[in-house]
């Protein structure tokens, strides 16, 4: 750190909430992107709150797909997701004109990778079949799947592009553009999941049809498509290009190999993490519809309470980028405990919650008679739920500290440490799930005791990584020289 950044430390206000790295600086800039998040899992929410007044199998169906879907996209989202570190970093080091273009690399990757994902959808049904799922669980699984494929170029896109708003603070921006179009996906789940008609004289005029889980899926995918073009529109405006260089839509070699190289094990961390709660839940999904609805209704619920806190994760990553940009660990490391400090206030609430009041986080799933399925079935889900809800409140504390502790070695660059955990701690968590269901026959609750333990698990293991302190002198973005950097020491 330098003797100018440490003198301005010294010299500014030392409480909790005014110093830097403080709850005033991480709140800023988490608030909006606590929304921002949960725009996206409200999205993927309503679908299956919607969904089970349709159907309760529906609603399962949705959500193992949606858990399979987004497994297969996690990967190409990691490296997008990632061009927000190379943001902040360049926009703590004063390199403004750099932003633009690194924005530019992580389109061109989406763009890239997009026909590999939609290649996925002829073989929707095959992948279901493969996991032993009922025929008819497939039909419904496998249409939600393929439609949701055609919105993931879409998803890339709004990733890459929203990082330019994001990696420099102004998050606020991604909060209302994420808004809109959550809420325009809520309307169109309504109408094309249940249908609209409109009366037209004499006769009625179908808007939308009633496509049940179809129509979930083509909502959801024309919100992503139109929020993408959005943030498009406004990245070329044309004060950005002049600060910025965001007209400069050049696909830079060493740059691009800079994200690949960095942002590849984010990714892949990414993908090791939503493959162990896939396999997961897959596998739970064979011991009974009971047990399959009843852990997909809790992991929605759980997704929507904890986003929150993956929200105040971003934040961290970005601050910690900021700051190392500026060479001054010491904040970016402040930043990250005040984060912690607020995500496990918000957790305290969340697990009282869950604890005392479950009905409240149910009462959306269960309100009313469904328009089809076993009422009998149906009084089981809840019954099993409440139980798995208190699984939830057990190890929300633990979960929050991974998430903040990742947050901040991903915005300092230490992704292959989080890469190398990850890939044991998903094998483990795989294994550990099979063998509960296949060998020992320890049933639901077995397993939801392994994910909880596996929770824990991972939450001291990066604390441990973040008090080791190595990510304090690492940087993603290249060295701010006058020369040239030799091809030999690009990534060094």
């Avoid at 409200?42 to 949606?66: E, I, K, P, Q, Y």
């Avoid at 909060?175 to 309307?187: C, E, G, K, P, T």
């Avoid at 083509?218 to 919100?223: D, E, G, I, K, L």
Wanted: aromatic letters at 14%; glycine letters at 10%.
């Amino acid at each position: 750190m330098s003797e100018t950044n440490t003198a301005n430390e010294t010299l500014s206000p030392t409480g909790w909430w005014s110093r830097p790295g403080g709850g005033r600086e991480v709140l800023s800039v988490a608030a909006p992107l606590v929304v921002s998040s949960l725009s996206w899992t409200v999205m993927t929410f309503v679908d299956r709150m919607f969904l089970n007044h349709w159907s309760g199998a529906a609603m399962a169906a949705a959500f193992v797909a949606s858990m399979i879907w987004f497994a297969a996209l996690c990967l190409p989202l990691g490296i997008c997701s990632y061009t927000s570190t190379f943001v902040a970093q360049y926009h703590g080091s004063a390199q403004p004109r750099r932003i633009g273009p690194a924005v530019w690399q992580g389109v061109w990757f989406a763009l890239a990778a997009s026909p590999f994902l939609l290649a996925a959808i002829p073989f929707a049904d095959a992948i279901f079949l493969a996991a032993g799922h009922a025929p008819s669980d497939v039909e419904l699984e496998g249409r939600y799947f393929a439609i949701l494929c055609y919105g993931a170029p879409g998803m890339l896109l709004a990733q890459s592009l929203s990082s330019f708003y994001s990696g420099r603070g102004k998050t606020v921006v991604v909060m209302i553009v994420d808004s809109v179009f959550a809420i325009l996906n809520v309307l169109l789940d309504w109408w094309w999941i249940f249908g609209l008609t409109v009366a037209w004289g004499d006769e009625t005029l179908e808007v939308f049809p009633a496509w049940g889980i179809a129509g979930a899926g083509w909502a959801t995918v024309t919100a992503t498509w139109l929020k993408a073009a959005t943030y498009l529109l406004i990245f070329v405006l044309p004060r950005y290009r002049a600060e910025f260089g965001t007209g400069h839509a050049i696909f830079d070699v060493k740059l691009f190999r800079r994200l690949l190289y960095f942002g590849g094990p984010a990714g892949v961390q990414m993908l090791l993490d939503v493959l162990g709660f896939t396999v997961f839940v897959v596998l739970v999904g064979r011991l009974g519809s009971v047990e399959n609805e009843a852990t997909s209704l809790t992991f929605s619920i759980s997704s929507l309470a904890f986003m929150p806190v993956f929200g105040i994760g971003l934040a961290v990553s970005i601050l910690v980028g900021q700051h190392l940009g500026e060479d001054r660990d010491r904040v970016a490391a402040q930043a990250t405990w005040t984060a912690l400090h607020v995500s496990w206030a918000y957790m305290a609430l969340v697990s009282i919650g869950l604890v005392f009041f479950p009905q409240l986080f149910l009462s959306g799933f269960f309100a009313g008679e469904p328009m089809s399925g076993d009422l009998t079935t149906r009084a089981a889900v809840e019954s099993t739920a409440l139980v798995l809800l208190r699984f939830v409140a057990a190890y929300n504390f633990l979960d929050a500290m991974a998430i903040v502790f990742v947050s901040a070695l991903k915005g300092a660059g230490d992704t292959r440490f989080i890469l190398l955990t990850s890939l044991v701690m998903a094998l483990a968590l795989g294994l550990l799930t099979w063998l509960m269901v296949d060998v020992a026959h320890a049933g639901l609750y077995g397993c939801w005791g392994v994910i909880s333990a596996w929770v824990g698990t991972i939450g001291m293991v990066f604390l441990l990584r973040f008090l080791n302190g190595s990510w304090r002198s690492m940087r993603v973005i290249e060295p701010k020289l006058v020369e040239p950097e030799s091809d030999a020491g690009e990534f060094a």
